[in-house]
Each structure stands twice: as structure tokens, then as C-alpha cells.
Nanobody, 122 residues
Framework: VQLAETGGGSVKAGGSLSLSCTTS???????VGWFRQAPGKEREFVASVSWISGNTFYSDSAEGRFTISRNTAKNAVSLQMTGLKTQDTAVYYC?????????????????WGQGTQVAVSS
């Protein structure tokens, strides 16, 4: 299984960025999600999508500002981020797990990408 993130970068507060995660090797029912880790903080759940149902889940901080979507033809998941805040600055990781269920716990996610940096300045 491989997960490859693209996107990220630097933006001013209030701006938008889009992240993409291309997956390979995943089979059957699974979920793909995004986590992030700011310096000195724990890795935290941002959003996820169940591959078969398309059901989406968001953290409280992402709800209403971020949108996760999947492209089944390209085996890709994107995270569209709008209204970015300085506190959104972090390394964003794509993750995947077997089963399409929802989980905020990083321990439930088996596969991880290398991460991509998002920096939001004031």
C-alpha cells in the first residue's frame, strides 16, 4: 500500500489550499483520511471518507471550512481547505485503514503517507 500526498505550501490567513492523496494497493472496504501534526503537538484527526459509501467525517475545527472528497476513478482523495487560520499550520498526513468506519484515533489507521507542509501566516 502506498499513499502519496501532493499540494500544501504557504498561504495567508483566510486563504485556501488543496491537498491530494493518491492511493495504491488498497483493497476492499477501506477509509482514507487526513491527519495533521503541528510542532510540539500530537497528530490529530482532520477528516476522513469511507471509500465505498462516500460518508465523510470531520473534526470540529475542520467542519465547515474543509471538504474531503474521493475520486474513485483516480484512487485519490482531496482535502479542500478554505478560511485557513494560523492554527491550521501543520504537516498534513494522508492515512488509510481497512474497513470504512470512522475513527479519530491515529492508532486505528494502518497506512500513512510522508506528509506535506501547510503554513498559514497572519
Amino acid at each position: 500500500v502506498q499513499l502519496a500526498e501532493t499540494g500544501g505550501g504557504s498561504v495567508k490567513a483566510g486563504g485556501s489550499l488543496s491537498l491530494s492523496c493518491t492511493t495504491s494497493g488498497l483493497e476492499f472496504a477501506y477509509a482514507v483520511g487526513w491527519f495533521r501534526q503541528a510542532p510540539g503537538k500530537e497528530r490529530e484527526f482532520v477528516a476522513s471518507v469511507s471509500w465505498i459509501s462516500g460518508n465523510t467525517f470531520y473534526s470540529d475545527s475542520a467542519e465547515g471550512r474543509f471538504t474531503i472528497s474521493r475520486n474513485t476513478a483516480k484512487n485519490a482523495v482531496s482535502l479542500q481547505m478554505t478560511g485557513l487560520k494560523t492554527q491550521d499550520t501543520a504537516v498534513y498526513y494522508c492515512a488509510a485503514k481497512s474497513g470504512g468506519g470512522y475513527s479519530r484515533s491515529r492508532n486505528d489507521w494502518t497506512y500513512w503517507g510522508q506528509g506535506t507542509q501547510v503554513a498559514v501566516s497572519s
